[in-house]
Nanobody, 128 residues
């Protein structure tokens, strides 16, 4: 059974940083594109960032561009989301998701229904 497990969430102040991790011990990790999504309170799940299988090509939502950095370490079956200069509107449950893609360079869909595997989520709360 494929599992993705997020960690690193917490309650922080505006302007602080957090680093989220997503580990997938049973996944053939380097075959999968990894993305982060978040679900703000009372809202739909939304795309945050993605990273390709190879060449580490990254994409970001406009709302986090320049503040968040997605990365991956295939040797550890782990992806990361470094979040700096956090704002109150970054509050939500953060999920990592994985989808198989044959291309090393292709970026995935930004729609949640394009992903096969999901973690259980980790809560991020940013207060002023």
């Amino acid at each position: 059974q494929v599992q993705l497990v997020e960690s690193g969430g917490g309650s922080v102040q505006v302007g602080d940083s957090l680093r989220l991790s997503c580990v997938a011990p049973t996944l053939t990790f380097n075959n999968y594109v990894i993305s982060w999504f978040r679900q703000p309170p009372g809202k739909e799940r939304e795309f945050v960032a993605s990273i390709t299988r190879g060449f580490d090509i990254t994409k970001y939502a406009a709302s986090v561009e320049g503040r968040f950095t997605i990365s991956r370490d295939n040797s550890k079956n782990t992806a990361y989301l470094q979040m700096n200069s956090l704002k109150s509107e970054d509050t939500g449950i953060y999920f990592c998701a994985a989808v198989f893609m044959s291309s090393l360079r292709s970026s995935p869909s930004r729609e949640p229904n394009g992903y096969r595997y999901w973690g259980q989520g980790t809560q991020v709360t940013v207060s002023s």
